[in-house]
């Protein structure tokens, strides 16, 4: 809970994160922590509950929200029901490349879907990388979209993701991150998708050797404030925030670059299948679902918008 002292004392704030310590995020926020620690004299401090200790993602948007905690850095998908304009950014194939992700949220269309998380009690306060996403699974290799057919994949707890799985031919499962290893070892699904470390870290290489690099999101991920903790702030502590938050963005994505090459390489170590697929075949399946969720105006603008960055 946020105890604003006086200038002597220290405030903590506390932070998840639901990836295991040393992941790119982790360090991220820890990153972030030990900027405002040290531009604000050590009034204030952030500790990292890393691992899922407080909660897989969607346990933790709650506590943010209502300011149990202070910090949070999640996966963008889930706020896909609360937050429409980051359905945007959760849109198979809306991104070209890691560099056009990069350039989109960096810019005054990333600032608009940063606006967007205030009126749900949520400052945002920096987008960090999370790579390309692509399907992995324990039956067989997939390079074009009937090679899908029948297979069942555990996705991010999000419509988008379901919607995309079951336009490209296989059965849907959304579910918590820490239940997919046990959930593909007993065969209650048949794989998962998501980039390269958390393929590595969560070890799901040992269950699912087949990587298909389909490639269908470059999801980034959002790090949020409770709206109420970050307005206690004092006008120059609020921009050490948000410019902490800035630099931390730079940290985070040399350390994602770093670790995805590293992580695919252990994967390829420990015997992972790992293969090229015609994407052009999956983003032609994607028609229904940008129909379903870009329904109205606004969204459509923001998604003609992101495909004029160059």
């Known amino acids: 809970m946020l105890m604003l002292g006086t200038a002597s004392a220290q405030t903590v704030l506390k932070s998840s994160d639901t990836h295991p310590d040393g992941y790119p995020t982790v360090e991220g926020v820890k990153y972030f922590g030990e900027l405002v620690k040290e531009r604000t004299g050590g009034r204030y401090s952030v500790e990292v509950y890393h691992s899922a200790q407080l909660g897989e993602e969607k346990d933790t948007i709650e506590q943010v929200r209502s300011g149990v905690i202070e910090l949070n850095r999640v996966s963008m998908a889930p706020f896909n029901?609360?937050?429409?304009?980051?359905?945007?950014?959760?849109?198979?194939?809306?991104?070209?490349?890691?560099?056009?992700?990069?350039?989109?949220?960096?810019?005054?269309?990333?600032?608009?879907?940063k606006a967007a998380f205030e009126p749900v009690g949520l400052v945002a306060l920096a987008f960090y990388d999370a790579g390309a996403r692509s399907f992995y699974n324990s039956k067989r290799?997939?390079?074009k979209v009937e090679d899908m057919k029948g297979l069942k994949f555990r996705v991010i707890q999000s419509d988008i993701f379901v919607d995309m799985t079951t336009a490209l031919g296989a059965n849907a499962t959304p579910m918590p991150y820490g239940e997919v290893y046990s959930s593909i070892e007993t065969t209650v699904i048949d794989g998962a998708e998501n980039n390269f470390p958390s393929y590595d870290t969560a070890k799901h290489y040992e269950v699912a050797k087949y990587y298909s690099m389909d490639e269908h999101t470059i999801l980034p991920e959002v790090f949020v404030m409770n709206k109420a903790a970050f307005d206690k702030l004092t006008p120059e502590d609020q921009a050490i925030f948000r410019q902490a938050a800035k630099d931390s963005v730079a940290k985070q994505r040399e350390l994602w670059t770093a670790k995805t090459a590293e992580?695919?390489?252990?994967?390829?170590?420990?015997?992972?299948?790992?293969?090229?697929v015609d994407k052009q075949d999956f983003i032609d399946a994607m028609k229904p679902v940008y129909d379903k969720h870009i329904p109205d105006e606004v969204l459509k603008k923001l998604v003609d918008d992101v495909r004029a960055v160059q």
């Open 81 to 113: 029901g609360t937050v429409k304009e980051t359905i945007v950014p959760a849109l198979p194939y809306i991104f070209r490349s890691e560099d056009h992700m990069h350039k989109v949220m960096d810019g005054p269309i990333g600032d608009q879907i």
């Open 141 to 143: 290799p997939i390079k």
């Open 263 to 276: 992580s695919r390489a252990t994967a390829e170590k420990v015997g992972a299948e790992i293969n090229e």
